[in-house]
């Protein structure tokens, strides 16, 4: 049950009839209508700006026209009060019996409270991580990875059909430098003394077992051989190693994809979709040979202007046109990038979303250029920028790893304080803002660690449910526990109203983060909601009659037992949307 949508069809019934009436022309527009949380909770439930939004078409003052909707609106059940505030505003109070469907649609075990037909089955595309295949995901990576594959949970559980898509770039420079480095571990494993590893080869030890395994496989074939005789095969090889490794590091963060799609595959299939892409966009005069203007600022020492194949971009809102073909006949990573994204339209996503990370900041405008002239403008292409991730630990910031060569992979981290932990933590920030994983915060046991917070909060509930009300109330026992059996109207207390109107939010929180595609939203939400239940159990510590396991009295007992169903209801919800767990035992 989302409340806001409730009284948004009640407010709309009230509408209707005032048009009927001939209060409202017969083409009112709606659309500007709000129906939210007051800014001040102490005015009411629910807030409304109808009378201000409508007042223009019904030619009359804004508290004139407030008057008649208060009128009609307080004939309707749910509705305790309404009263006109400011220019107009109506602010609305629900009464006790209508919070009791709020709880008993929480607890309700049959149904997942929050969970919504918003997307309407649409087809959505959510691309993430796609790091190259050179070495193991980092942390920066594992941000982007949290963040994707919670937004897909986040998608899919608000109505849509969701498509969790990894893009390996396999085709470039990148993958040569690879094969040259895992080549260098292939003589290794000969027995070879390779010394230091040159520059601009990678470092890391990950790539010691590749470069045994291509040893097991071609023995001391290619030892000593120009690399024409080897390059390719080794350039595969290490590829589908590094995309098992950065599979089995994405697996341990319980990040799962549906589609791994090949930038190799769009250049080296039957048809080159670079190219093809190149030749629809011409066809559309969409492309031109030209210079480009220098980069602003100091010039580079290698500056050259040299005729190249350029993409109108700046017709679709970029600051610059952009090269498709460099001078000496190459493509561009720009040119595959719209390859890729026309491919992926063509499969029927006109709902994309790239996950990218902070060093692609500059490449956002470039990219919904591409998206709007690929699909003539009917695609809607958003892109996530996940900011940069920075590990302390003691206060110091965390070294490189030697496993990496240059970074903390994903895996050591997970590896150290859970998987839970990370996703959480990495959610807990809105994506587009530095954060901070200090190691030692994120394992304390307290409420400025917020992951451990809504985790209690969540084996509290569980403790009361099921250890502490079977030993104490065994006709309460949860197997057979009926919330629909239960005097909730004895829920009076301002604590247990605080929670109740708590968990009306959920619904409204999900469609929001859904919309606005920021799941963090939901972390945001899940600690408020602890937060609250925590203070709840601390009243009943110096209150005993405010408790949750009454003294002697099943009635009282009962109706807090569902209200705590529904807190640990939604407080599962919103941790399944984020990945996490939720914890039914502290230890």
């Given at each position: 049950?989302?409340?806001?949508?409730?009284?948004?069809?009640?407010?709309?019934?009230?509408?209707?009839?005032?048009?009927?009436?001939?209060?409202?022309?017969?083409?009112?527009?709606?659309?500007?209508?709000?129906v939210?949380?007051?800014?001040d909770?102490?005015?009411?439930?629910?807030?409304t700006?109808?009378?201000?939004?409508?007042?223009?078409?019904?030619?009359?003052?804004?508290?004139?026209?407030?008057?008649?909707?208060t009128?009609?609106?307080l004939?309707?059940p749910?509705?305790?009060?309404?009263?006109?505030?400011?220019?107009?505003?109506i602010?609305?109070?629900i009464?006790?019996?209508?919070?009791?469907?709020?709880?008993?649609?929480?607890?309700?075990?049959?149904?997942?409270?929050?969970r919504?037909?918003?997307?309407?089955?649409?087809?959505?595309?959510?691309?993430?991580?796609?790091?190259?295949?050179?070495g193991?995901?980092?942390?920066?990576?594992?941000?982007g990875?949290?963040f994707?594959?919670a937004l897909?949970?986040?998608?899919?559980?608000?109505?849509y059909?969701?498509?969790?898509?990894?893009?390996?770039?396999?085709?470039?420079?990148?993958?040569?430098?690879?094969?040259?480095s895992?080549?260098?571990?292939?003589?290794e494993?000969?027995g070879?003394?390779?010394?230091e590893?040159?520059?601009?080869?990678?470092?890391?030890?990950?790539?010691?077992?590749?470069?045994?395994?291509?040893?097991?496989?071609?023995?001391?074939?290619?030892?000593?051989?120009k690399?024409?005789?080897?390059l390719?095969?080794?350039?595969?090889?290490s590829?589908v190693?590094?995309?098992d490794?950065?599979?089995?590091d994405?697996?341990?963060l319980n990040?799962?994809?549906?589609?791994?799609?090949?930038?190799r595959?769009?250049?080296?299939?039957?048809?080159?979709?670079?190219?093809?892409?190149?030749?629809?966009?011409?066809?559309k005069?969409?492309i031109?040979?030209?210079?480009?203007?220098p980069?602003?600022?100091?010039?580079?020492?290698d500056?050259?202007?040299?005729e190249?194949t350029?993409?109108?971009?700046?017709?679709?809102?970029?600051?610059?046109?952009?090269?498709?073909?460099?001078?000496?006949?190459?493509?561009?990573y720009?040119?595959?990038?719209?390859?890729?994204?026309?491919?992926k339209?063509r499969?029927?996503?006109?709902?994309?979303?790239?996950?990218?990370?902070?060093d692609?900041?500059?490449?956002?405008?470039?990219?919904?250029?591409?998206?709007?002239?690929l699909?003539?403008?009917?695609?809607?292409?958003?892109?996530?920028?996940?900011?940069?991730?920075?590990?302390?630990?003691?206060?110091?910031?965390?070294?490189m790893?030697k496993?990496?060569?240059s970074?903390?992979?994903?895996r050591?981290?997970?590896?150290?304080v859970?998987?839970?932990?990370?996703?959480?933590?990495?959610?807990y920030?809105?994506?587009?803002?530095?954060?901070?994983?200090?190691?030692?915060?994120v394992q304390?046991?307290?409420?400025?660690?917020?992951?451990f917070?809504?985790?209690?909060?969540?084996?509290?509930?569980?403790?009361v449910?099921?250890?502490?009300?079977?030993?104490?109330?065994?006709?309460?026992?949860?197997?057979?526990?009926?919330?629909?059996?239960?005097?909730?109207s004895?829920?009076?207390?301002?604590?247990?109203?605080a929670?109740?109107?708590?968990?009306?939010?959920?619904?409204?929180?999900?469609?929001?983060?859904?919309k606005?595609?920021?799941?963090h939203?939901?972390?945001?939400?899940?600690?408020?909601?602890?937060?609250?239940?925590?203070?709840?159990?601390?009243?009943?510590?110096?209150?005993?009659e405010?408790?949750?396991?009454?003294?002697?009295?099943?009635?009282?007992?009962?109706?807090?037992?569902?209200?705590?169903?529904?807190?640990?209801?939604t407080l599962?919800?919103?941790?399944?949307?984020?990945?996490?767990?939720?914890?039914?035992?502290?230890?």
């Amino acid at each position: 049950m989302n409340l806001y949508h409730h009284f948004g069809e009640q407010l709309t019934s009230v509408l209707d009839a005032l048009r009927d009436q001939g209060v409202l022309p017969p083409d009112a527009d709606f659309t500007r209508i709000t129906v939210e949380p007051p800014r001040d909770p102490s005015h009411g439930d629910i807030a409304t700006n109808a009378a201000m939004a409508l007042a223009k078409m019904a030619k009359m003052a804004p508290r004139d026209l407030a008057q008649k909707i208060t009128e009609l609106l307080l004939q309707l059940p749910d509705i305790d009060s309404a009263k006109i505030a400011g220019p107009g505003f109506i602010n609305i109070t629900i009464p006790p019996s209508f919070w009791q469907k709020i709880i008993l649609a929480a607890a309700n075990a049959e149904i997942s409270y929050g969970r919504s037909e918003l997307g309407r089955g649409q087809k959505v595309n959510v691309e993430f991580v796609s790091t190259n295949p050179t070495g193991p995901v980092h942390v920066g990576h594992c941000r982007g990875a949290v963040f994707g594959d919670a937004l897909a949970n986040l998608l899919d559980y608000s109505g849509y059909d969701v498509t969790r898509e990894y893009y390996i770039n396999d085709a470039g420079a990148q993958v040569d430098v690879l094969a040259r480095s895992a080549y260098l571990r292939y003589l290794e494993a000969l027995g070879e003394d390779i010394g230091e590893i040159p520059d601009g080869l990678y470092p890391g030890d990950y790539l010691k077992p590749v470069g045994k395994a291509l040893a097991d496989k071609f023995g001391d074939q290619f030892k000593g051989q120009k690399d024409a005789e080897w390059l390719a095969a080794f350039r595969l090889f290490s590829i589908v190693s590094m995309m098992d490794i950065i599979r089995a590091d994405l697996k341990a963060l319980n990040v799962r994809f549906d589609v791994f799609s090949s930038e190799r595959a769009l250049i080296e299939g039957k048809v080159n979709m670079v190219e093809d892409t190149i030749d629809d966009l011409r066809s559309k005069g969409l492309i031109y040979e030209g210079v480009l203007p220098p980069p602003k600022g100091k010039l580079p020492d290698d500056w050259d202007e040299r005729e190249q194949t350029l993409f109108k971009a700046t017709e679709f809102g970029d600051d610059v046109d952009r090269a498709l073909i460099k001078a000496d006949g190459t493509y561009t990573y720009f040119a595959a990038d719209m390859a890729y994204h026309r491919d992926k339209y063509r499969r029927s996503f006109n709902k994309m979303i790239d996950v990218m990370g902070a060093d692609h900041s500059g490449y956002v405008k470039r990219m919904k250029a591409a998206g709007k002239a690929l699909s003539d403008g009917t695609a809607e292409l958003d892109i996530k920028i996940c900011q940069l991730v920075n590990l302390v630990r003691n206060g110091k910031p965390v070294k490189m790893s030697k496993r990496s060569g240059s970074f903390i992979t994903l895996r050591e981290v997970v590896d150290e304080v859970g998987p839970d932990v990370v996703r959480f933590i990495m959610l807990y920030r809105k994506n587009d803002a530095t954060l901070e994983f200090d190691f030692d915060k994120v394992q304390e046991q307290s409420k400025d660690n917020p992951v451990f917070y809504v985790q209690y909060a969540h084996a509290r509930i569980h403790s009361v449910l099921y250890r502490k009300i079977p030993l104490e109330m065994p006709d309460l026992e949860m197997a057979s526990f009926e919330p629909l059996k239960q005097d909730l109207s004895v829920l009076t207390d301002s604590g247990e109203l605080a929670l109740v109107k708590r968990l009306a939010q959920y619904p409204r929180i999900v469609e929001q983060a859904a919309k606005t595609h920021e799941p963090h939203r939901i972390a945001f939400y899940l600690y408020e909601l602890a937060a609250d239940l925590h203070t709840q159990w601390n009243r009943g510590t110096e209150k005993p009659e405010l408790r949750f396991i009454s003294d002697g009295n099943k009635k009282v007992t009962g109706a807090r037992a569902v209200l705590l169903l529904a807190v640990a209801k939604t407080l599962a919800s919103g941790l399944e949307i984020l990945g996490v767990h939720p914890i039914e035992e502290m230890r």
